[in-house]
């Protein structure tokens, strides 16, 4: 889609499978089964989008998906097929050089593990080589010092070989890493999560992280389990909405599989998406 002098394009890395109860946390199976069929395992398949920002300034890509790194148990575990980034990028006439910049949503391997890859001496190396990558601070430090409950969710593979080679920056709060595209700290899910906001008129378009996963999240008590602070989260969707809402945001969700973007409206007095296919 192209907004003004940028384009936007979601490209997918693949797709992986999740416990449905972890997915959507308190809400019961009874409910949340309407819009996440389980397969035998109680596992829903998600999506694993990235977000590629083409601006006059340079091309900003918006997480990284799993990659290629990933072992046999993981990919047993959650029925992972993926790896399909840089295939898409491809499709879009572009070569890992051609990124300039890369910010992640947050570090979990889902997002962040295809930032690196392995050289032909099975050493993590940065996948995108002249690329500045950007972070909250408060996010490296909750990954780089995980506790017992978060430590499943990082590999430091993904992105210690990032700050080793000084391809890394750190972020405290808000910050616009080149003229339109505007990283907001949003907390919730885990420390340091971030949302990115692109401002190209005639509209917005926010990649929402794991604040809203996907549109089956728009309802506010639609939160996973995983999410580490569960009421900022709730607080964060609430005006997040409600802005996306009244402006018109274009709003992309990083695990939408059938839906991975769209507006607002409301109906019967409730928020519905209208999907926008940003594959194109």
């Known amino acids: 889609m192209k907004l003004g002098r940028m384009e936007i394009h979601v490209i997918s890395d693949g797709s992986w499978r999740l416990d449905g109860g972890g997915v959507f946390g308190q809400v019961p199976k009874v409910l949340w089964q309407e819009v996440a069929k389980p397969d035998g395992r109680n596992r829903v398949r998600l999506g694993l989008n990235c977000l590629l920002v083409r601006t006059p300034n340079g091309n900003v890509l918006i997480d990284t998906g799993v990659g290629r790194k990933v072992d ?53 190396v940065p996948t995108f080589p002249k690329a500045k990558y950007f972070i909250q601070e408060a996010c490296w430090e909750d990954a780089t010092h995980p506790n017992e409950r978060g430590r499943d969710a990082y590999e430091s593979l993904d992105y210690r070989p990032l700050a080793d080679r000084g391809q890394l920056e750190l972020v405290r709060g808000e910050k616009e890493i080149i003229p339109g595209v505007l990283l907001r700290e949003t907390g919730g899910h ?3 999560h971030q949302m990115v906001l692109i401002n190209s008129a005639p509209r917005k378009v926010a990649f929402v992280g794991d604040i809203i996963p996907t549109p089956s999240h728009i309802r506010l008590p639609y939160i996973t389990a995983f999410d580490q602070y569960p009421e900022q989260t709730l607080e964060y969707k609430r005006q997040l909405l409600k802005q996306a809402e009244e402006d018109q945001w274009i709003l992309v969700f990083s695990h939408g599989y059938d839906a991975h973007a769209g507006m607002l409206e409301r109906k019967d007095g409730r928020y519905q998406l209208k999907p926008i296919d940003l594959t194109k």
């Open 72 to 124: 046999d148990r993981r990919k047993e575990n959650y029925g992972l097929d993926a790896g399909k980034l840089m295939g898409g990028l491809r499709n879009l006439g572009l070569k890992a050089t051609d990124i300039d910049y890369v910010t992640f949503s947050h570090l979990h391997f889902d997002h962040a593990g295809g930032a690196t890859k392995f050289n032909r001496k099975r050493e993590a």
């Open 190 to 192: 885990c420390k340091g």
